[in-house]
């Protein structure tokens, strides 16, 4: 399925789309989203596998001061594909 809901402007019907956007966030809505493997949005309803973490991890100052050596580390295991792409062709034309 897919975790997001939206309604496309222009759409041939846009009270249908509101109609099932709106139950699709509902917690009856949530309730089949969760039956199909979904993790639910609603608070109401709960996952079938728990796959929420017991506690949520606010982040700090300190956390916020070393963001550059993290993301440098994230671009080093996921480089951007185009640039990786270029590397590559680069490579290949010497």
Do not use: C
């Amino acid at each position: 399925m897919g975790g997001a809901v939206s309604i496309l402007r222009g759409g041939p019907h846009p009270n249908a789309a509101l109609l099932w956007a709106r139950w699709a966030i509902s917690e009856e809505g949530q309730r089949v989203y969760a039956q199909a493997g979904e993790t639910p949005a609603h608070p109401n309803v709960e996952p079938l596998e728990k796959v929420r973490p017991a506690a949520a991890y606010m982040l700090t100052i300190d956390d916020i001061k070393e963001f550059p050596k993290y993301e440098k580390l994230w671009k080093e295991i996921f480089p951007d594909p185009v640039t990786s792409a270029r590397r590559r062709v680069d490579r290949v034309a010497q």
